[in-house]
């Protein structure tokens, strides 16, 4: 089975701080995603990656960078934490070409910002 | 835009109590139709993909049907274990074919 390992399950941040959430893939994956999960609103996109050192903005990316620099790391970075941004992060990943692939989510990791 | 609504947000069912979960959809040519349970505190797991109008996909007590503007989630007899919230979520087949947009998701629990 694919395995999604999000590092921080819990992390609490102040605002203004630079916050780093790491996820790492270990099925070989091409592309790799970022949501946020708010009650009430769903699982929102923020960034998704196809390759390498590809990137792409998804729906909500204000606020956020992404990094993928091998293909099994996909990280997420908040430049400037704050309290809007305390949510439940959840990585993914997914066979690449067009078909309708599975997306594999890791466990989540909760932030909040004070 | 792509569009997904699920109903209910929530449902209470007692066990044994068969019941179903909707997810209405607009997409401009679907791709896929996932359904997915998610833990308390935990990621999404997926149970299911449809592809087309008319398919059914079953495992153990659940029973995935769609139609050209719904799928439906059937749950048969279900145990205090199937409490979760299912999510919905639609692929597109054009325009950003990668992105998966989902539903908020009902919450259900199954009481003894």
């Known amino acids: 089975d694919v395995k999604v390992t999000q590092s921080s399950r819990y992390l609490v941040k102040r605002t203004g701080e630079k916050v780093f959430l790491e996820c790492v893939q270990d099925?070989?994956?091409?592309?790799m995603f970022w949501y946020r999960q708010d009650p009430g609103l769903g699982l929102r996109l923020i960034y998704f990656s196809y390759d390498v050192k590809m990137k792409e903005k998804g729906d909500i990316p204000e606020g956020y960078s992404v990094s993928r620099e091998k293909k099994e790391r996909f990280s997420l970075i908040l430049e400037s934490a704050s309290t809007n941004q305390t949510s439940m992060y959840l990585c993914?990943?997914?066979?690449?070409?067009?078909?309708?692939?599975?997306?594999?989510f890791g466990a989540g990791s909760r932030l909040t910002v004070l | 835009e792509d569009q997904v609504t699920q109903s209910p947000e929530a449902l209470r069912l007692q066990e044994g109590e068969s019941s179903s979960l909707n997810c209405s959809y607009t997409?401009?040519?679907?791709?896929?139709l996932f359904w997915y349970r998610q833990d308390p505190g935990k990621g999404p797991e997926f149970l299911f993909t449809?592809?087309?109008a008319g398919e059914e996909k079953e495992k153990e007590r659940l029973k995935a049907t769609l139609t050209k503007k719904e799928s439906f989630l059937h749950i048969t007899a279900p145990k205090p274990e199937d409490s979760a919230t299912y999510l919905c979520a639609v692929q597109a087949r054009e325009g950003g074919g990668n992105k998966l947009t989902f539903g908020t998701g009902t919450q259900l629990k199954v009481e003894l």
């Open positions: 997409v401009s040519g679907l791709r896929g």
């Open positions: 993914a990943s997914r066979l690449g070409g067009s078909g309708a692939n599975v997306l594999t």
């Open positions: 449809l592809y087309s």
């Open positions: 099925m070989d994956h091409e592309n």
